[in-house]
């Protein structure tokens, strides 16, 4: 499990674009036949990914969470965006259709990956976060989210939203996560920017082509930088950070946030006016 510590509003500011990846994006997260963590130090985040084959694979604590099981103090949120597959959490076996959700709560022992085909594997995003109590491990279906139409193709930025875990559908206990899904044409996956002052969130674009780049914007709104992504990267936005970006072609992305609320809409707009 890598680890990444905490950079302040200020500190950001004097970093190069090599320093900027580097505490940020999370490049190669999918591994064929491992699995992939990345232990951030905003709001004690997990990020990993898993890409099972021939063999299932099991996800374990390490030593960096000093637990007996790695969902022990903890949830997880996991989405399927390659092939079909299955998901076992003690025992009881989950089947994630591609775009397909699943909570994992607090306390649960055993969490197993696989796929139906050695060939066509499974690729399992999952995020975690500290949990106080424990809410039932849930299977969240496409069609189950919650769907949210937004933007317009004037904006190019027209959208839909995929809440999947949040105060209004399947329970947690500070973990909010869903997918935005642009439509052809659109490049912007939110505009006017935002921050979070309460929550942190992280970022994996994906369904990008190979040839093709986001362009992710962060910073506070008067210090802004980017950051070029490529197809199923990630990236860290802590809670000071505007979270906006434009693809060179349309594209989607997992969101997931932790901190002290579930309101979708709690954000600090940022005037257009106002961006440096």
């Given at each position: 499990?890598?680890?990444?510590?905490?950079?302040?509003?200020?500190?950001?500011?004097?970093?190069?674009?090599?320093?900027?990846?580097?505490?940020?994006?999370i490049e190669n997260?999918?591994?064929?036949?491992?699995?992939?963590?990345?232990?951030?130090?905003?709001?004690?985040?997990?990020?990993?990914?898993?890409?099972?084959?021939?063999?299932?694979?099991?996800?374990?604590?390490?030593?960096?969470?000093?637990?007996?099981?790695?969902?022990?103090?903890?949830?997880?949120?996991?989405?399927?965006?390659?092939?079909?597959?299955?998901?076992?959490?003690?025992?009881?076996?989950?089947?994630?259709?591609?775009?397909?959700?699943?909570?994992?709560?607090?306390?649960?022992?055993?969490?197993?990956?696989?796929?139906?085909?050695?060939?066509?594997?499974?690729?399992?995003?999952?995020?975690?976060?500290?949990?106080?109590?424990?809410?039932?491990?849930?299977?969240?279906?496409?069609?189950?989210?919650?769907?949210?139409?937004?933007?317009?193709?004037?904006?190019?930025?027209?959208?839909?939203?995929?809440?999947?875990?949040?105060?209004?559908?399947?329970?947690?206990?500070?973990?909010?996560?869903?997918?935005?899904?642009?439509f052809e044409g659109?490049?912007?996956?939110?505009?006017?920017?935002?921050?979070?002052?309460?929550?942190?969130?992280?970022?994996?674009?994906?369904?990008?082509?190979?040839?093709?780049?986001?362009?992710?914007?962060?910073?506070?709104?008067?210090?802004?930088?980017?950051?070029?992504?490529?197809?199923?990267?990630?990236?860290?936005?802590?809670?000071?950070?505007?979270?906006?970006?434009?693809?060179?072609?349309?594209?989607?992305?997992?969101?997931?946030?932790?901190?002290?609320?579930?309101?979708?809409?709690?954000?600090?707009?940022?005037?257009?006016?106002?961006?440096?």
């Amino acid at each position: 499990m890598e680890t990444r510590y905490l950079v302040d509003p200020e500190h950001f500011t004097r970093l190069n674009t090599t320093e900027i990846r580097r505490q940020f994006l999370i490049e190669n997260l999918f591994a064929v036949g491992s699995i992939k963590l990345v232990y951030s130090h905003v709001d004690r985040m997990v990020i990993g990914a898993a890409v099972p084959t021939d063999q299932p694979l099991s996800l374990e604590a390490g030593t960096e969470l000093a637990a007996d099981y790695f969902a022990q103090r903890r949830e997880i949120g996991v989405m399927n965006i390659g092939q079909p597959g299955s998901v076992q959490v003690d025992g009881q076996v989950y089947h994630l259709s591609s775009r397909d959700m699943l909570y994992i709560g607090r306390g649960s022992r055993e969490i197993v990956f696989s796929s139906d085909s050695q060939a066509s594997p499974s690729r399992y995003y999952l995020v975690s976060l500290p949990a106080h109590t424990s809410y039932p491990t849930t299977h969240i279906p496409l069609e189950a989210a919650n769907r949210l139409s937004l933007g317009s193709d004037a904006d190019s930025n027209r959208r839909v939203i995929y809440q999947c875990i949040h105060e209004g559908g399947v329970k947690s206990c500070q973990l909010v996560m869903g997918f935005t899904e642009l439509f052809e044409g659109n490049v912007w996956n939110t505009m006017p920017a935002h921050t979070h002052e309460r929550r942190s969130e992280v970022y994996l674009y994906f369904n990008l082509p190979d040839e093709a780049v986001v362009f992710h914007l962060m910073g506070q709104p008067q210090e802004t930088r980017h950051i070029v992504v490529r197809n199923e990267q990630a990236v860290i936005s802590p809670s000071w950070s505007i979270h906006a970006g434009a693809g060179t072609k349309n594209y989607c992305f997992v969101w997931a946030m932790g901190g002290e609320n579930q309101r979708f809409d709690d954000m600090d707009p940022v005037r257009m006016g106002d961006l440096a």
